[in-house]
């Protein structure tokens, strides 16, 4: 989970666009941090990076509000 | 111009028979009665802090209670509001900020417009921050009736402030509340960005029938929220540009989600074709479809047009955005500015009481677009037998990626200041999600050691994510038309 976190919190703040500050990255829900080609990425990059596949279901304000959202999100999927 | 029509905001917020009615739904929901105690609030901390008639407060905030006490707000304090959009880079606030000169920013990020706030008031009642500036010499004040500035980028690039006053905006929003019967029992959701007239034109037509708004603060960035809410809130109506509605038919909706409330849909910003209104009417059995045009300068809408078959399997034949909205007139004029007859093609012409007053200070492009009172939209059409319009094309070049709309022009002025860069030409090639992506083209300067990953990092750093280039191409030459301008049409072919 931890490491699942890491390359999630990298992924968004190498990312965000200039108007998000780096101390504002993790204050920010995910959602409003990447604009939404940026978060068509972000969920390509997830299914790539952790072999899973994320449904139009899934793509709700519940799972992508915080890092640790998307994490569990994450893992759920794995498991 | 006097205010001919009785002020949609007085209406508003005089109203005393709905307190407990819901005005916001979702997460925060808002009852009007609530609504209104929290406008009272923030009228009195701008009054408080001198903020009255003449002055301009930027307004940049999300969907939301706190962007619709914001709106209604400002103006009930009698200040103009300038909305700025809340995902512009540092460089294209500064360029507003510059031009339209607010006093006050009302926002909920620190505003990156590079100058040091003087003092910052928290605004709960907003939901925001207000951040005072302190301009020398002091700038010019604002007509007391301008109530909103709206920036558009235009065919030029330039920022141009469109000034519509209360007046205008009332007759507006009271024509489209008209036509579409909106009523207490309604509700929308509303996910375009919150800079635009579509999305104030939205807030405010509800708030006026004591309507119902489901604000989506991510936006498209995670599409199925407006089905969801569909499904959970019951909600009546939809408004977006077909790029737009597009995305969401193409959601995988869990099937339990039940979407029969959904009693129209409403589409502009583009051409509406068959296809997709075959797809709208399957996928909201009860829905009928509008479509419509607008422009900024008209407070938004234009005209509408209720479409009476179900569609079909053909994307390539398109509706007509249809018959004035009250109070507004619509002709036809040929390139000597003659009025054309029923079903011959030229520039589209609009008058009414739903005007902007012009373009903050800049009467150079308020005289170019505004002669005699007629505004001259750039786009093509021609008027039917009975007087519904159908457009033929748009003379703007706008790139439309997903709901946000891109003008080439801007971002070939970003592109031609990487050093080595001697041309740039940009434009839209379709995409299977987003409706277009912008692609770019470029000429090097001869010797000059320049790479597309340099470019591309520089658009980054000055423009919005989706007004980023997704490829750059280095070219010996640029399409260019026998008078040596951008080949738009070959552009995109090549």
């Not at chain 2, 001198?50 to 999300?62: C, E, H, K, T």
């Not at chain 2, 909201?284 to 809408?301: K, L």
Request: hydrophobic letters at 40%.
């Amino acid at each position: 989970m931890e490491r699942t976190l890491e390359i999630i919190v990298d992924y968004v703040r190498g990312h965000a666009p200039r108007t998000a500050q780096a101390s504002d990255v993790s204050a920010l829900p995910v959602y409003k941090t990447l604009d939404s080609i940026a978060m068509m990425d972000f969920i390509a990059f997830l299914e790539r990076s952790f072999s899973i596949r994320i449904g139009d279901a899934d793509v709700l304000p519940e799972n992508f509000e915080t890092f640790a959202d998307v994490a569990r999100l994450v893992e759920s999927k794995r498991g | 111009m006097s205010v001919s029509v009785v002020s949609i905001y007085q209406e508003i917020l005089g109203r005393t028979d709905d307190g407990e009615r819901p005005a916001i739904l979702g997460r925060d929901p808002t009852s009007y009665g609530e609504l209104r105690r929290r406008v009272d609030r923030l009228v009195r901390r701008l009054s408080d802090a001198g903020a009255g008639p003449g002055v301009r407060i930027g307004l940049a905030l999300d969907p939301g209670i706190g962007y619709l006490v914001s709106l209604l707000g400002i103006r009930a304090a009698g200040a103009t509001a300038v909305l700025f959009g809340t995902s512009w880079t540092p460089f294209e606030q500064r360029r507003c900020f510059l031009q339209a000169q607010p006093t006050w920013m009302l926002t909920g990020a620190e505003p990156a417009v590079g100058e040091t706030a003087e003092a910052v008031v928290a605004c709960e009642e907003a939901d925001g921050r207000l951040y005072s500036f302190r301009y020398s010499p002091v700038p010019v004040a604002s007509d007391p009736d301008d109530a909103i500035i709206i920036y558009t980028s235009g065919t030029t690039g330039a920022p141009k402030g469109v000034v519509l006053s209360e007046s205008a905006i009332s007759a507006n929003v009271r024509a489209v509340a008209a036509y579409l019967e909106l009523s207490k029992s309604d509700s929308t959701a509303v996910f375009t960005p919150t800079c635009y007239a579509y999305a104030v034109s939205q807030f405010l037509t509800h708030a006026l029938a004591g309507a119902g708004i489901f604000p989506v603060p991510s936006y498209l960035r995670l599409p199925m929220v407006v089905p969801q809410a569909c499904s959970i809130h019951r909600l009546t109506g939809l408004a977006a540009n077909p790029t737009s509605l597009r995305i969401v038919l193409g959601l995988d909706i869990p099937p339990e989600w039940d979407l029969r409330s959904v009693r129209y849909v409403m589409s502009g910003g583009q051409f509406l074709d068959r296809r997709l209104v075959r797809r709208l009417g399957e996928r909201f059995p009860n829905t009928r479809i509008v479509n419509m045009y607008g422009a900024s300068e008209n407070s938004p809408r234009i005209s509408y047009h209720w479409v009476e078959d179900r569609g079909s399997d053909d994307p390539a034949r398109f509706y007509p955005v249809g018959i004035p909205v009250r109070d507004t007139r619509v002709e036809i004029r040929s390139d000597d500015d003659r009025p054309l007859a029923a079903r011959e093609v030229g520039e589209v012409v609009v008058s009414g009481t739903s005007m902007m007053r012009g373009y903050w200070r800049d009467p150079e492009a308020t005289a170019a677009k505004l002669r005699n009172g007629w505004l001259h939209t750039g786009d093509l059409g021609f008027l039917d037998e009975a007087g519904s319009l159908v457009l033929t094309g748009r003379a703007s070049n706008v790139i439309n990626v997903g709901n946000e709309k891109v003008s080439p022009e801007d971002v070939e002025r970003v592109l031609l200041e990487v050093r080595g860069v001697a041309e740039a030409g940009v434009y839209g090639v379709p995409d299977p999600v987003t409706g277009e992506s912008v692609r770019a083209q470029v000429v090097v300067e001869p010797g000059a050691a320049v790479d597309p990953e340099t470019m591309l990092q520089h658009c980054r750093l000055m423009v919005s994510g989706y007004k980023v280039p997704r490829e750059v191409r280095v070219v010996d030459a640029l399409p260019r038309t026998l008078y040596g301008k951008l080949d738009r049409a070959k552009l995109k072919e090549s």
